[in-house]
Antibody, heavy 115, light 109 residues
């Protein structure tokens, strides 16, 4: 199971920290990712982190603003989002995978960036 | 990073077969055997139905099949059923990142 939290309404330029609690599998053995979906739009990959945290990749549009991190001791994944823009408004999914496919998805948390 | 190209919608009658295309480039689909497909029912999270181009996860119906030719990947749904309605998205790894298609809405007539 993957359960996201931390979404909400934030003003442009603001910050949010998303969390994802994992259970039911060996979290420390899997790549993990964040994928987002703007209202009425398609899926967009945001960032991925290797099982041991030694490798991180992210989409160009969030580089320098978003940081993906994990705590294997607490089976948790995080997304620190700074300098948020209106176009970052989306449902953010915590997803298992990121090296070969995305094989298990959380239910998502909505982030709304608006003044 | 550019998105992969999918048709906006595809429809078919129960029992028919439909095919959804996913067009990429020689830098992504044409190079990597890492195309995956996701089914998303309204208001629900996506579900993986095909990975590495042609493989099905355990528990996914064998009515779903994937293929690839050149820079284009395809998802075929055979024996279309009402429960197959929803959005279907492809994804592929590229030289620097993952990318998704825009999604295809499947309607069962």
């Amino acid at each position: 199971q993957l359960v996201e939290s931390g979404g909400g309404l934030v003003q442009p330029g603001g910050s949010l920290r998303l969390s994802c609690a994992a259970s039911g599998f060996t979290f420390s053995s899997y790549w993990m990712s964040w994928v987002r979906q703007a209202p009425g739009k398609g899926l967009e990959w945001v960032a991925s982190i290797k099982f041991d945290g030694t490798e991180i990749h992210s989409v160009d549009s969030v580089k320098g603003r978003f940081t993906i991190a994990r705590d294997n001791a607490k089976d948790s994944l995080f997304l620190e989002m700074n300098r948020l823009r209106v176009e970052d408004t989306a449902v953010y999914y915590c997803v298992r995978g990121g090296s070969r496919a995305f094989d298990f998805w959380g239910q998502g948390t909505l982030v709304t960036v608006s003044s | 990073q550019s998105a992969l190209t999918q048709p906006a919608s595809v429809s078919g009658s129960p029992g028919q077969s439909i095919t959804i295309s996913c067009v990429g480039t020689s830098s992504d689909i044409g190079t990597y055997d890492l195309v995956s497909w996701y089914q998303q029912r309204p208001g629900k999270a996506p579900k993986l139905i095909i990975f590495e181009g042609t493989k099905r996860p355990s528990g996914v119906s064998d009515r779903f099949s994937g293929s690839k030719s050149g820079n284009t990947a395809s998802l075929t749904i055979s024996g279309l059923q009402a429960e197959d309605e929803g959005d279907y998205s492809c994804a592929s790894f590229g030289p620097t990142a993952w990318m998704f298609g825009g999604g295809t809405k499947v309607t069962v007539l």
